[in-house]
């Protein structure tokens, strides 16, 4: 099975994928507000959600981090990544938004100049009409922003070309620059921690499966960059082990022979063991020498607070201090003709600067579930998850779980034919495309505040 962010060619088996790269399924009776994406399956994955979840629950800020490529229009399935934005922002999250620019254009062979037209007049133009609030989401250019070059680097110290190739399929023919991007990549999802882009916080990705290779990246460069290792104890409780690294060997007590300074190995236990006593832990055992703390009053369910407590302590000692991304992943929208949806093939896909008469039209020649005559089809129904006109009403367009749930057994039963159901989806499509294009235009004085 693979999995390449740049040429996926579909997934068939959700589940397998979840079982091989241990990802959570979603139990969206546990979220706030859940989204109809949430109830109906579409959101099914994620690692670490629980991070966010109790950080907003806790009253303390967290963050939600997405990106657009600049290379081609926008169309619905983006419309599932802002949609899922705009309701961690309704939760209290802020948002980040990448303009991926240098990665088109290692990866594209666009200029740079390409990127910032595009992304303007085909992403944030939309977006303005999506419901963002500009006052809590920033819009950036990776080619703009050098802090995330700089951590891509720093990162990239915590990985090598064998792993690179393991994640991604490279190979001898893959140029530098394509290399380079995915750790870019990586210096994006993590530099909204940073104290001067709002600080260290929960930050979660919406994605679809495609892109779980720049999660798994980043996630392994981030944990062997952090200098306290939270683990649960075999016998019980949790242990805390200090992590020494060449940045960090001074703070840890090692001397240039190689000996362990008492004084001050002792003097970070005691800082440690203070964030443990911060996090609300008191049976605390140290042992310096080994660098290991045990905490006979946590268990596993209380890892997030011990990590936060111990990323603070992180940080005022110099080190990174970085929390590993959290990650949520969304179900491939159908393509109109069937197959896969691409910005590259119109055809196969609805843009959201697409006319009425536009979606009509492709809507009216999308890829059927029906039966070949109305009277097969009144016989043996139709088939709604192959059907586009059902899928999009089921991803984009259609609110009501009861009312999908009725179209749905009445296209299965025969009742409803291939024609009706498209005209529904029509109806729908049209309704929210024309809202969409009125809020877009409304809404333009808005688009040189989402750009910080």
Not at 429 to 434: G, L
Request: hydrophobic residues 35%.
């Amino acid at each position: 099975m693979k999995i390449d962010p740049w040429a996926n060619e579909g997934v068939q088996n959700y589940k397998e994928i979840c079982d091989k790269f241990g990802l959570e399924i979603v139990d969206y009776t546990k979220l706030p507000n859940p989204t109809h994406l949430h109830r109906r399956g579409i959101i099914f994955a994620h690692r670490d959600l629980d991070n966010v979840l109790e950080a907003k629950k806790a009253g303390r800020p967290f963050g939600v981090l997405s990106g657009l490529m600049p290379s081609g229009q926008i169309h619905l399935g983006h419309k599932m990544v802002i949609d899922q934005a705009r309701w961690y922002q309704e939760l209290g999250g802020d948002v980040t938004i990448t303009v991926a620019d240098l990665e088109a254009h290692a990866t594209r062979g666009l200029s740079l100049k390409a990127c910032r037209k595009y992304a303007i007049e085909e992403y944030v133009t939309n977006y303005a009409g999506m419901g963002l609030d500009p006052d809590k989401t920033s819009i950036y250019f990776q080619s703009e922003r050098p802090i995330v070059q700089k951590l891509g680097f720093t990162l990239g110290k915590k990985t090598n070309l064998s792993e690179m190739e393991a994640i991604y399929g490279f190979s001898g023919e893959t140029t530098l620059a394509h290399v380079q991007s995915p750790l870019v990549q990586a210096g994006d999802i993590v530099h909204p921690q940073m104290d001067e882009y709002g600080g260290l916080r929960p930050i979660v990705v919406p994605v679809g499966i495609d892109q779980d290779p720049h999660i798994r990246l980043t996630r392994g460069m981030v944990s062997k960059t952090n200098w306290f290792n939270v683990n649960a104890n075999k016998s019980g409780g949790m242990t805390i082990g200090l992590s020494i690294q060449d940045n960090n060997l001074e703070v840890m007590g090692i001397q240039a022979n190689g000996e362990i300074d008492d004084k001050q190995r002792n003097k970070v236990i005691d800082k440690v063991v203070g964030a443990i006593n911060k996090a609300g832990f008191s049976q605390v055992s140290s042992n310096p020498k080994h660098g290991k703390i045990d905490i006979k009053d946590a268990s596993v369910s209380d890892r997030n607070e011990l990590r936060y407590q111990l990323l603070s302590l992180e940080r005022k000692l110099g080190g990174l201090g970085f929390m590993q991304p959290s990650s949520t992943y969304h179900q491939f929208a159908i393509g109109m003709t069937g197959g896969k949806m691409s910005s590259s093939q119109p055809e196969t896909t609805m843009f959201l600067n697409d006319s009425m008469k536009t979606i009509e039209k492709k809507i009216k020649s999308s890829f059927s579930g029906g039966q070949a005559t109305a009277e097969e089809h009144r016989k043996k129904g139709g088939n709604p998850d192959v059907d586009v006109a059902y899928q999009y009403l089921r991803y984009f367009f259609e609110e009501d779980d009861k009312e999908l749930e009725k179209v749905r057994n009445e296209y299965v039963s025969g009742e409803l034919l291939t024609g009706e159901m498209k005209a529904i989806c029509i109806e729908k499509a049209s309704e929210w495309m024309k809202n969409h294009h009125e809020l877009k235009d409304q809404n333009q004085h808005l688009v040189k505040k989402f750009l910080k």
